[in-house]
């Protein structure tokens, strides 16, 4: 009987130490904030979950670069300066962001038939040269694309390295793909419904724009370069405008 009690004793230690083992991984598996790989200072490549890949027939013609129009981006650009939407005729101006980084692309559609390419949130794209910043779309950005045809955009992203260079017409950028950072992902799932897309403000609401973007930027910066984001940024996020154009299936 003794026998047996001290072995159900044994299997009752073991048993705990066990889980505490797989308490103190999972402690230890769990991603820092400001230790990201690729971001902020952390040193290190931009981690994805699969490589970005174009739908059939379309293809990017010539390679990503800073945009060369936007103004106010470049190597020498001040904290928060105001993003202007630009009237150009006639490049659309899509994505969230870029008072750091604005990109120019341009899409090119071999087929005879109109498809969509779709930037998904959390998609991060790496600068080619050293001491400038990597950008993220922190949500789904459609670009439509005639058949037999191309398009031109401007993109808006996030930055994700703070303290670097924003983007530069000399500097080019090649897309990743979709981050493995789970606190990046969480905070693209806050942001899923969000009015935030450049595009759906008018030139009048630029002022707005800037504002909750500046305020997002900073967020971002918290996970890439800080401590995380507290509930006071849950709560801005929170109580941002949905998207006016959605629509449940």
């Not at 779709?118 to 950008?135: L, N, S, T």
């Not at 709560?235 to 959605?246: G, T």
Request: aromatic share 8%; charged share 20%.
């Amino acid at each position: 009987m003794k026998k047996i009690k001290f072995l159900f004793v044994a299997l009752l230690c073991v048993s705990i130490a066990l889980v505490s083992c797989q308490k103190d991984d999972s402690k230890s598996n769990k991603e820092e904030p400001g230790k990201i790989p690729g971001m902020g200072n952390a040193g290190g490549k931009l981690e994805v979950v699969a490589p970005f890949v174009l739908p059939d027939g379309i293809s990017l013609v010539g390679e990503i670069r800073g945009s060369s129009e936007d103004p106010g981006v470049g190597n020498n650009r001040p904290y928060g300066m105001d993003v202007i939407k630009l009237k150009s005729d006639y490049i659309p101006t899509l994505g969230s962001g870029g008072q750091w980084l604005a990109l120019d692309l341009i899409f090119a559609n071999a087929t005879s038939v109109n498809q969509d390419v779709v930037i998904p949130a959390g998609c991060v794209f790496e600068a080619q040269e050293d001491g400038y910043q990597h950008g993220i779309a922190l949500q789904d950005v459609r670009i439509h694309v005639l058949g037999n045809d191309q398009i031109q955009i401007k993109l808006y992203l996030y930055c994700i390295n703070k303290g670097m260079e924003g983007s530069s017409s000399v500097v080019t950028y090649v897309v990743r793909g979709v981050s493995t950072s789970e606190w990046i992902m969480k905070l693209t799932e806050a942001l899923e419904y969000k009015m935030i897309d450049v595009s759906e403000f008018s030139p009048e609401e630029m002022d707005e724009y800037n504002r909750i973007t500046n305020a997002i930027q900073d967020i971002l910066w918290g996970i890439t370069n800080g401590y995380g984001v507290n509930d006071r940024d849950w709560d801005f996020i929170n109580a941002l405008r949905d998207k006016i154009n959605d629509v449940s299936p």
